[in-house]
């Protein structure tokens, strides 16, 4: 898989538990372009995460990314926070978008709380250069908003809360009015997103204009057990809830590659032969998923209740 040596050009330590990065390439050239919400995969050591690009995405020659440091130093944050230093190289793939604006939409309704800002900043950038009509509501604590200044620069339709019930109140009546074709991006902790989704189902929104950015494999359910058969051995077993389709295959000898186990690096990659896929990582991108022959093997599973894989 091909990859980018990237240098740390600055970092930015401005909020409390949030790094931001200016990554480059040593040379100073150009970084391939990439679609709003699009997100980075940088090495870490031994594993890989996936951070949301902030910076404009239009012949780059800048990747911005904001990490939060997680408590338990998970997630890769603490290499981050407290070992990588401006000169550091990272390792990153190139940028990937599971979580693109839809170009045909009306209006683009973005909803965020806490870090969960950073794919609705790309978001923004583009409807800002395109002219297209977007809104945000953005939940955060007390002096942690990110990226406000830079928003209030491209949209007049930002609303801040720090308050969850008066965010409540007025995602309630937002979902509630707005023209047919509106579609919504949510992001943030997966609580957030939960309940955000059940209020938009609740009020009529039909799955397809619902569009979620979700961290990673912490803020997955563990699913419903399926079936699964290998078509070159005819073997079938099952993967229970809480077993990933990756642990359950190697249970079963089957060696497949894997190095971030959240569904961000696209090692664990797997050929579908029949079957639905609930599609859970961030890597494959809306095509392939479309596409339905082939899945993330650490966070994918089955959408019903077996799957046929081509192994
Ligand atoms: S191991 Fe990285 S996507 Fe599955």
Redesign the pocket.
Known sequence: MTTLELTVRAVDDGFPGIRTLTLARPDGGMLPSFTPGSHLVIECGSS?NAYSLTSDSVAPREYVVSVLECPDGSGGSRWIHHELAVGDSVVARPPRSAFSPILRARRHLLVAAGIGITPMVSHLRSAHRWGREVRLLYLHREGRGVYIDEIKAMTDYMQTFTERRTFLHELSSALADQPFGTHLYVCGPAGFMDDTVALAAGLGWPPSRIHLERFGIDALDPGEPFEVTLTDSGDTFVVDSGVSL?EALHARGHDIP???????????RIPVAGGEILHR?L?LTDADKAAGDTM????SRACGDRLELAL
């Open positions: 890989a990756l894997n190095l971030c186990r959240q569904g961000v690096c696209g090692e664990c990582d890597f993330m093997s650490c966070v």
